[in-house]
């Protein structure tokens, strides 16, 4: 089978992710990396024994034998490296969330149907079997009408730094970095129903605040370099009627704001773990999927996109699914900045 041949813009922390993803997938080969920070790629290069590194990624963009570009820039550059890589022939991977931004989401979206060339976002929740199962439990109608949910991500303290809370590089904080995939799962889980308005509030008290718990391990973050949210709750209302509240949180003085689960007239479905109730025999009867199997999500994620690649489409996650949750993202900031009042969404013009 031919080879396909990688190349992978931004070689920070995530793009080692990648690599592993890529390493346990057959025949395919990263041949290139670069980053914009001196001798970075190179030193990712070496490190992988990938054999060309470039400051500038047009340079990479540059080979004809790249097909498949991995996009692992921070939030803020995501955009341009995909609309370039699309534009000079490749098929795009690019890192979650598609952008932080909704109108450079749209963009990503029109030039991947205008070159013909497929984007898949990187939200390796669509591979856990526990939400494809959900799915399918709620198409197949096992549940009657979804007319309520919630979804929500906790992290007690769990700001991060780096890149990730200036607004030079993440553009936005906990809402688009790990509110992504709250969202994503439940859009993808209810299958995408049209969101119309969406109500919001967002903080930042903690982080900006408060030090870094001093028994805390792991994270630790500047408080004076907080610039993006570390809190976000919205209300958001779909055209068909039904609702989502959205919760998501970097720090909060708690240990759980809730999970995800959703309300359907016939049963009801809770994640993490999933389980699934049905009013059967007069009584509430569990029919929790048992054994689901074990995954990768970087691995998984990048086999489906390099079999799409093989088999001529379509993205495993496309652009026209994720650009969803950029609406209500884009929602929740308009919302939030207006106090808190509601406010009509949808795709820019
Ligand atoms: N899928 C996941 O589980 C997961 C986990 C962490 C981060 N992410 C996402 O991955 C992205 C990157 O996160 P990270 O932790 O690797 O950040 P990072 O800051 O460690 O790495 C980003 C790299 O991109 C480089 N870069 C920026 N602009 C560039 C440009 N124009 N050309 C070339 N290189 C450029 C930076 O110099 C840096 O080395 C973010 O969007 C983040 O949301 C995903």
């Not at 990730?164 to 799962?185: L, M, P, Q, S």
């Not at 995954?295 to 969803?324: H, K, L």
């Not at 106090?339 to 795709?347: A, R, S």
């Amino acid at each position: 089978m031919k080879t396909i041949k990688v190349g992978v813009i931004g070689t920070g922390g995530i793009s080692n992710a990648h690599m592993g993803g890529y390493q346990k997938v057959k025949d395919v080969e990263v041949v290139a990396g670069a980053d914009i920070v001196p001798g970075r790629a190179k030193e990712w290069a070496q490190r992988h024994n990938v054999p060309h590194a470039f400051e500038d990624y047009r340079k990479l963009l540059l080979m004809d034998e790249i097909e498949l570009v991995s996009v692992c820039t921070y939030n803020r550059a995501h955009m341009q490296p995909t609309v370039d890589a699309l534009k000079a022939g490749k098929h795009v991977l690019v890192e979650k969330p598609m952008s932080d931004d909704l109108a450079e989401a749209y963009k990503m979206m029109r030039t991947a149907q205008e070159t013909g060339k497929l984007l898949m976002c990187a939200i390796h929740s669509r591979y856990n079997p526990a939400h494809r199962a959900a799915r399918h439990i709620i198409k197949e109608g096992a549940l009657g009408k979804i007319y309520y949910a919630e979804t929500a991500g906790t992290r007690r303290r769990g700001i991060p730094g780096g890149t990730f809370i200036g607004k030079e590089t993440a553009g936005r904080g906990a809402i688009v970095d790990i509110g992504v995939y709250a969202i994503d799962t439940a859009l993808f889980i209810m299958d995408f129903p049209k969101p119309a308005a969406v109500s919001a509030v967002m903080n930042d008290w903690i982080g900006k605040h408060s030090q870094p718990l001093p028994f805390a391990g792991g994270w630790k973050w500047d408080p004076e370099k907080l610039e993006v949210e570390e809190f976000g709750a919205a209300w958001v209302r779909f055209e068909d009627g039904r609702v989502m509240v959205f919760k998501i949180s970097w720090a909060v003085h708690l240990n759980s704001m809730g999970g995800t689960f959703f309300l359907g007239t016939e049963g009801g479905m809770q994640m993490s773990p999933l389980q699934v109730y049905k009013d059967m025999f007069g009584c509430m009867v569990d029919i929790t999927p048992k054994d689901l199997p074990e995954y990768d999500g970087f691995r998984d994620e990048i086999q489906a996109m390099v079999s799409a690649i093989r088999e001529g489409g379509p993205s495993p996650v496309p652009a026209e699914e994720v650009i969803w949750t950029n609406v209500i993202m884009d929602g929740i900031y308009r919302s939030a900045l207006e106090g808190g009042k509601e406010v009509p969404v949808g795709l820019p013009e």
